[in-house]
């Protein structure tokens, strides 16, 4: 599928982009951009050719997230989440599961965040207990992208039966003593579905368990955690690569009628736009760098794997800030379409993990210390 690209520019070109301004003002999930992107093989295209997806890795999730984000943040997000869902089922899920994904009529995401433990996904409160021949779920999930239309979910729990922090499992999004309340009206990502689930006796045979029971965390950290992380930079990317060509467009057509210059003539707004180029290249680079980091299986891979999220996030709320003052009140005004990848951008400073946590992490890694503890 060497011609994802331009198919799903196709997309974007005639769906997705023509329905963003809609999916933001009405806070309505973005079916028909998910439909579009399914016919078209994007959902599966991260699945393994033997699942019969499209085969692709990491990088070209990454040129996909961008290309969304640039048009639509709700629907790129929606995305993000399904395949790092995806990387888990790739690895450990049934091959039902993924033969469906792999053919685009299959639509998962992650529930890790909960309640109790907020964005620290690394420790579930929610329970996993013997039923009879099955398990009995029991949490309240705090935040799960496309809630109620995905088709699974990836459910972190605390371990069944054995030692460790967590257990995976992959739970059907219909399965009875599942409940969610009204739909998601936040400030950003307004299309992606967020909202809190709870599992009340969500009973699930032991065969919906991935990998091995109170092995979650490890599996989380070396599969879904990566692609979070790395799709979640090129999410960013997306949005400061757009609101930069917004913000250039506008300058160079609004004119200064008194001075006879347009807006890009004067000093202060041509050092400002260079800024948010000069930003937004340098979180390419770091992205492009992160990639091959991992390609080639470098030493500082997990380093700038960790590093990739939080630097994406605070370089996307400097550039659309920046777009903020320099287009002035015509950037308050939603046809601009500046101020949607303003709020839009602001969701990757506070996902887990957040761009504190993320912080720590590193900080960790940098000086020799675990990265839970």
Known sequence: MSDYLDTLQRVIDTTVTPNATEIDAGATFPQANLDALAEAGILGLVTSAQAGGGGQGLDAAAAVIEALAASCGSTAMVVLMHYAANALIEAHGPASTREAIGSGRHLSTLAFSETGSRSHFWAPIGTATADGDGVRLDARKSWVTAAGHADSYVWSSRPLESDGPMSLWLVPSDASGLSQPGGFDGLGLRGNASTPVTASGVRVGRDALLGADGDGLN???????????????????????????????????????????????????????????????????????????????????????????????????EVTDLAMRVCGGAAFRKELGIERRFRDARAALVMAPTTDALYDFVGRAITGLPLLG
């Open 219 to 317: 599996l989380a950290l070396a599969a879904a955690l990566p692609w979070f992380l790395v799709l979640s930079g090129a999410f960013s990317l997306g949005t400061m690569e757009a609101v930069t060509s917004e913000t250039i467009a506008h300058v160079s057509a609004t004119r200064l009628e008194h001075l006879g210059q347009s807006l890009a003539e004067q000093p202060i707004t041509r050092a400002a736009v260079a800024q948010m180029r000069i930003r937004t290249d340098g979180i390419r680079a770091v992205l492009v760098d992160t990639l091959a980091a991992l390609a080639s299986g470098r030493e500082d891979a997990t380093l700038r794997v960790l590093e990739i999220k939080a630097t994406a996030a605070e370089a996307a709320v």
